[in-house]
């Protein structure tokens, strides 16, 4: 639907090389942004990215990082781990897509920060947004499916999002997950 607006306003427009380079430019920042927002929806729904398997999870962090900040909020991680089992990077990859996936589509967040830290027993995952909280598990199906893939490996979480008040979701999977 961009693209046709953009060659309808191509076509009101007196063409310049400037008109066509401002409309060029519109259409590949909503190109890019629609790009980021599928990748970013994909991961949500369980698809293990390429990059977390070949890199590890903070490879895998700092590529969602860069994809979220293209399609709106700004985005801080800070990952402090060594390169961990598939079933502890996998569960934690998916626990802050999924987090940040609420903070962009639901919370409309304008800052999120991810903290991983890896303890000698467990692997610590914080992800705080400033969105509009109210996140509940009771009335969603994506943390009640991150829980259960937590759970699934022994690990768990605690929510707090008070409404109006962003969101705060901190997550914790035993380091002893071999899948």
């Known amino acids: 639907a961009l693209s046709m607006e953009a060659d309808r306003l191509r076509v009101k427009l007196e063409r310049s090389e400037v008109s066509d380079a401002i409309v060029d430019g519109a259409v590949a920042g909503s ?69 940040v996936t609420n903070a962009v589509r639901h919370a409309r967040a304008s800052n999120i920060e991810v903290e991983i830290r890896q303890g000698p027993n467990e692997l610590r995952i914080a992800v705080v947004d400033d969105g509009r909280g109210g996140a509940d598990k009771q009335k969603g199906t994506g943390l009640v499916g991150l829980e259960d893939r937590l759970g699934a490996v022994g690990g768990g979480m605690e929510l707090h999002s008070p409404n109006g008040e962003g969101t705060r979701l901190t997550a914790w999977i035993p380091l002893l997950v071999r899948l």
């Open 31 to 99: 190109k890019a942004a629609l790009e980021a927002h599928a990748e970013l929806r994909d991961r949500a729904r369980g698809r293990y990215p390429p990059t977390l398997e070949a890199d590890g999870l903070a490879s895998a962090i700092a590529s969602l990082s860069r994809q979220c900040e293209d399609s709106g909020p700004s985005f801080n991680a800070d990952v402090d781990v060594d390169r961990l089992g598939s079933g502890v990077e996998g569960a934690a990859y998916f626990v802050v897509a999924e987090a």
